[in-house]
């Protein structure tokens, strides 16, 4: 690979399990900023939020985010919400190629909602907060270089498929010949 492939998307889209069977099937290293982020604060990310705010934990999320885009080309899979700070649009730009896997508000809620591991969705309404969140970031996620509508029968080796096809089909440039 010429350049990292970013996902992006919402909490439960499927970034990080797409994310390494992609990296499996190019041989890239996969890189998680969610993981990532845990493992320098030595916390998980419901703990930061509840010490730190969401505030700190963005800042902390654009710093993992440009070390890792300055390592090697590879898979990174970026928390949902990375994508809506401009400077990480920018970082992303920079260093390859964004591909926003797009879900439909029922198959992110069926993936959620038995995961207390969402600090955002710790309201008294999550699935309210779900939708509200979507339709704020449909807008800024609309601006990533490739979209791929992730479909709920979708298997993660079904949406891995159709993000290489896609990257083929438009940013072939990204990935070295066969």
Same mark, same amino acid.
């Given at each position: ?9 919402m909490?439960? /889209?499927g #970034?990080?399990?797409?994310? /390494?069977? !992609?990296?499996?099937? !190019?041989?890239? @290293?996969v890189?998680?900023?969610? %993981? ?6 030595? /916390?998980?990310? @419901? ?20 070390r890792?885009?300055?390592? *090697?080309?590879?898979?990174?899979? &970026? ?6 700070? *401009?400077?990480?649009? &920018?970082?992303?730009?920079g ?8 879900? #439909?508000?029922? %198959? !992110?809620?069926?993936?959620? #909602?038995?995961?207390p %591991?969402?600090?955002?969705?710790? &309201? *008294?309404? @999550?699935?309210?907060? !779900?939708?509200?969140?979507? /339709? ?22 079904? %949406?891995? &498929? ?14 070295? *010949?066969?």
């Amino acid at each position: 690979m010429k350049r990292s492939i970013v996902l992006i998307g919402m909490m439960g /889209a499927g #970034k990080s399990a797409v994310g /390494a069977e !992609l990296g499996r099937r !190019l041989g890239v @290293p996969v890189r998680d900023t969610d %993981t990532e982020i845990q493992a320098a604060a030595a /916390a998980t990310i @419901p703990e930061i939020f509840a010490r730190d705010g969401e505030a700190f934990f963005r800042a902390r999320e654009s710093e993992v985010l440009a070390r890792v885009l300055r390592g *090697p080309a590879g898979i990174v899979s &970026t928390g949902g919400g990375a994508w809506m700070r *401009p400077e990480n649009r &920018t970082l992303i730009a920079g260093a390859g190629v964004s591909v926003w896997l797009d879900c #439909k508000l029922s %198959t !992110l809620w069926r993936r959620v #909602k038995q995961k207390p %591991t969402r600090p955002l969705l710790q &309201t *008294p309404d @999550p699935r309210g907060t !779900l939708e509200r969140l979507m /339709a704020e970031r449909a807008p800024a996620y609309a601006l990533a270089d490739i979209t791929v509508a992730v479909q709920d029968s979708d298997s993660v080796e079904a %949406t891995a &498929t159709r993000v290489l096809d896609a990257i083929r089909a438009r940013r072939p440039d990204i990935l070295e *010949p066969a």
